[in-house]
């Protein structure tokens, strides 16, 4: 139902600051309602804490405003853009998260350094190319949709279901708006320890790819053998 | 009305602690009273859990105190050079906070890695030089405002409302003291994300101009669409 | 009695987010039942904060389980591994701690820069191989078991009880499942501690071995004069 | 009144944990009480929020016990030295803080990079030497306290009251139990500040001495003119 999907929709985003991924109101989160097809987004520039589900905006996906009654996020855009090309996607999360934002300013990818990354991130996370001038003075939202767009084409956007924006900061994908939250903080935790693995060892290595294989496919999958049987949602 | 400046004020003293950028009684907060022109700013070396309006102080902007019966911040002479110098301050913010203090101590701007720097600092942040002995010996803190204000005699002050002091600490204005503590807690995080870019990556080069433009003016200006249409305020 | 085994395993547990060792489900805590051998381990893939003591799971030295209706720890062979070798090890902590990690991702040992290292740990802890592919297609988590006895069979367990493993994360031991939380602790504050000595100083030495021996024999062994006459648990 | 130097003993330690100084029991605060010149002290090992003034330990200066049933911290005869040199030193408290430790386990002083600092410190705050295994085999703890009053005998352990000891922590000293606190608060900032400050610029330069005078005096000695007109304490 789509009632059901905002009130998920507004527990993402005050998850947002819980999980200190954001100050003010720097990060967004929308979800798919699986019925209607529309897209619940969080309302730009209204603080995590006054917000309510009459603050979230439901667009269809050509973005023509179903029901709300506030400005959608600056970034419904990207959004759209991402669930169009992806019917996999049923979340999408937008942070300016400190560590990851600072592997997308310093323009350098996320390394899988270790299990926690290979736990949820099947490979490294890529960052981006800066958007040219002609895309941001064309529509600047749009573009950025259509570059992550074109970076998935060539990548699996569940099984690596994040991506760094040079300069700018993070998006990451999930089965539901709760789960796109959920990478979004594993990608901040991720990229915490692999900027201290190299500052302790600039000559740190990835690990190799069959402990990458084997973490990943342990928690995924039809083998997977992790928890109780259901996913970590 | 004065009274309402206070409690204005007295708020935004309060929020130093919550927002992390004090320790004890390191910053104080002014704003300029529209009614009278007068402005009320914190007392020296209270803590900011016993603070009431009772102990704000007013002064005019020669600095003869005009109600309360403590004196004023350390620091009043140099918010007070700059209300006089820039009519559209209306709040002043002086911290020590770690990341913008440690830009401060190394003698470093803080350049525009990024969009989140972008939305709020239209370029980068300045670092100005210290104080010589004779200016010290004179009045240290009258000349400590006198240097901001030649600096923003060549800079926008509403447009970059922000400037380190070599050796100091950070001085934040805005259109109220809230708005003043605001862009202290962005530049805080805008240098913390800085500091980790560059030991990621000590190439990194700060964003083109015309992705500044972008984020800037879809923020401020009649062209801004962030938001409801109204400031982050 | 077991019941009060399980109890303490789940308040183990629960204490790896009060300690900020964890997010998510990313650590899991064990202790050895001294009536009857068996060992309590956490459920896999259950949030703390939902934890209760029907969720423990309670196995026997092979790994059968005894009772409990969930399954185990997807870590569980590699503590039973310990466990069986070991008679003296009483309770395992193993989580993926920001610090620790970092060591373990960057393959490099903690070394006893200091005292508060040698309270608790009398020497270095090292960080052991990664696992061959043959390990980890015959049975990952036993081998890392095995890699971990193989290395405390030629160092003292209860002396030094942590270990880190290259890209993954870390193991501490203790006499109950809260004592090496405990470890677990002190190990990631002294990964934290040597992180910034390094980068401080590139050149620092690890104490000398007098100064390991003082301050590890004062809390230590049958002439420790720390405390109160108990250990610190 | 002695009970009264006992509750102003108790409050002081159990405020190391709120100021993130201390983990578990690692920290100590001590207080000359003025009617009798007795030291009371932490009890060794025992938790901050178990304590009671009925742990706290009164010593006369050679380390006597006159009144608690408990042993006095392990560091006891580390404050008494201190307090039999210098009799203006009221308060001692020791502490293993993050930042403070990592500059004492690399061996190098604290330097006075900016005015938070020469707030409080006035010049460089020292890292004395390891001790030689004759001293530590003789007598750790008061060693450790000779070579503070060594220290001390050729700088004014009231203008700069802290100092670091190389490979283990760090004293400082105070007119009370809560100005010691106090001042281990404000170097551990410092120690902090200085160390990003050194990692965005390893040519940092400590201020020049006129703009330390300047800060050290405004708040210290009789032309301070900084708070109300009494002490920040």
């Known amino acids: 139902m789509l009632q059901e999907t905002l009130v998920r929709v507004l527990y993402a985003n005050q998850d947002l600051p819980k999980q200190s991924l954001v100050k003010f109101t720097w990060g967004n989160v929308s979800e798919r309602d699986e019925e209607t097809g529309y897209i619940v987004i969080k309302p730009s520039g209204v603080e995590y804490d006054e917000l309510t589900t009459d603050h979230m905006v439901v667009l269809d996906l050509d973005g023509n405003i179903i029901q709300g009654n506030y400005r959608p996020s600056s970034d419904t855009k990207t959004h759209l853009e991402v669930y169009k090309a992806f019917p996999q996607v049923k979340g999408i999360c937008h942070v300016h998260s400190t560590y990851a934002t600072a ?64 300069g700018h900061g993070v998006f990451t994908f999930g089965k539901s708006a709760k789960d796109s939250v959920y990478h979004a903080v594993v990608l901040e935790e991720v990229a915490r320890m692999n900027y201290l693995t190299t500052q302790i060892n600039p000559q740190a290595k990835p690990i190799p790819q069959y402990l990458l294989d084997k973490h990943y496919l342990r928690k995924h999958g039809k083998n997977a053998y992790y928890g109780q049987g259901k996913s970590h949602e």
């Open 103 to 166: 592997y997308a300013q310093a323009g350098m990818p996320i390394l899988a350094f270790g299990t926690t990354h290979a736990d949820y991130f099947y490979g490294p996370i890529s960052c981006l190319r800066v958007l040219k001038k002609e895309e941001i003075e064309d529509d600047y939202e749009r573009h950025t949709g259509l570059i992550i767009v074109d970076h998935f084409k060539k990548h699996d956007i569940v099984a690596t279901p994040g991506v760094l924006l040079h």
